[in-house]
């Protein structure tokens, strides 16, 4: 069972950066998909960008070309790169892992909270 740990989250001001982490406790070279999910207060989780073993990064539309992601397998790490950001991308960010034939992994979340 893989447990996942996310940083980097906090305050920014509008227009502003953060770069978020997510550490596993195991590696992750052979997990063929692991993704950010965002909820804000009032909303449903949302899919914020699918990070899959091989193959292209997609990225929901609301954060194309601002958010990059990626993925360390040396450190057991991803992470999100979020720039330009704007009020509406506040939310709870959370890491998750898709793990064939053992089911879906969360982190606990990391709070971002884009205001002036």
């Known amino acids: 069972q893989v447990q996942l740990v996310e940083s980097g989250g906090g305050w920014v001001q509008p227009g502003g950066s953060l770069r978020l982490s997510c550490a596993a406790s195991?590696?992750?070279?052979?997990?063929?998909?692991m993704s950010w999910y965002r909820q804000a207060p009032g909303k449903q989780r949302e899919l914020v960008v699918t990070i899959p073993r091989w193959g292209s990064r997609i990225y929901a539309d609301s954060v194309k070309g601002r958010f990059a992601a990626n993925r360390d397998n040396a450190k057991n790490t991803i992470y999100l790169q979020m720039n330009s950001l704007k009020p509406e991308d506040t939310a709870v960010y959370y890491c998750?892992?898709?793990?064939?034939?053992?089911?879906?992994?969360w982190g606990q979340g990391t709070q971002v909270t884009v205001s002036s």
């Open positions: 998750n892992a898709n793990i064939t034939d053992q089911g879906s992994y």
């Open positions: 195991q590696s992750i070279f052979s997990i063929q998909l």
